[in-house]
T-cell receptor, first 116, second 118 residues
Framework: AQSVTQLDSHVSVSEGTPVLLRCNYS??????LFWYVQHPNKGLQLLLK??????LVKGINGFEAEFKKSETSFHLTKPSAHMSDAAEYFC??????????????FGSGTRLQVQP | EAQVTQNPRYLITVTGKKLTVTCSQN?????MSWYRQDPGLGLRQIYY???????DKGDVPEGYKVSRKEKRNFPLILESPSPNQTSLYFC?????????????????FGPGTRLTVT
């Protein structure tokens, strides 16, 4: 069985400072990992995904994440926060079972606040 | 524009009154899925469909039904809603990867339906 743990439910940063949102996962197979962002009253938007290619993945809006198998982590980072980054972020793992089921297991989310 | 649409966006209903939330996608995706989002729990899968007439239970299917008669539509049916089904619901779609190690495609999400059952 797979699982995802987002280590912080809330993160607050000042505009212009780095962002770090932490995610650990467990999976019986070679996982695919995603970060999604949800702005208030909006649906989820894909930020980036890891599917066993390069371990450092670049996404939209300056975000990137590094897959570290030895640490079972997939932390999301951004060098400089912008006010528009304030949202909820979900780390997601997808298994690759033989049935072809593409179930996604979501973390519980991290709410990012950006202070002016 | 490629999108997933859901209707209604907001719904307040009473216990036991049957309701349907519609979901439609215009990307010709084979795979569609329903999730519910509750505070502190992330999103949990209710049902999914690999293609027309092929549906299966997700992690929290109790109290829900789905159907997939057309590729583009995947309605969620609550035959007898209860207050514990008050939640934010998302429909999603994607291409279906191959079996056993196939490409994993991102899911595209609808805007959500906020349901309140009193």
């Amino acid at each position: 069985a797979q699982s995802v743990t987002q280590l912080d439910s809330h993160v607050s940063v000042s505009e212009g400072t780095p962002v770090l949102l932490r995610c650990n996962y467990s999976s019986s197979y070679s996982p695919s990992l995603f970060w999604y962002v949800q702005h208030p009253n909006k649906g989820l938007q894909l930020l980036l995904k890891y599917t066993s290619a390069a371990t450092l993945v670049k996404g939209i809006n300056g975000f990137e994440a590094e897959f570290k198998k030895s640490e079972t982590s997939f932390h999301l980072t951004k060098p400089s926060a912008h006010m528009s980054d304030a949202a909820e972020y979900f780390c997601v793992v997808s298994d690759q079972v033989d049935t072809g089921r593409r179930a996604l297991t979501f973390g519980s989310g991290t709410r990012l606040q950006v202070q002016p | 524009e490629a999108q997933v649409t859901q209707n209604p966006r907001y719904l307040i209903t009473v216990t036991g009154k049957k309701l349907t939330v519609t979901c439609s996608q215009n990307m010709n995706h084979e795979y569609m899925s329903w999730y519910r989002q509750d505070p502190g729990l992330g999103l949990r899968q209710i049902y999914y469909s690999m293609n027309v007439e092929v549906t299966d239970k997700g992690d929290v299917p109790e109290g829900y039904k789905v159907s997939r008669k057309e590729k583009r539509n995947f309605p969620l049916i609550l035959e007898s809603p209860s207050p514990n089904q008050t939640s934010l619901y998302f429909c999603a779609s994607s291409r279906t990867p191959g079996l056993a190690g196939g490409q994993v495609y991102e899911q595209y999400f609808g805007p959500g339906t906020r349901l309140t059952v009193t």
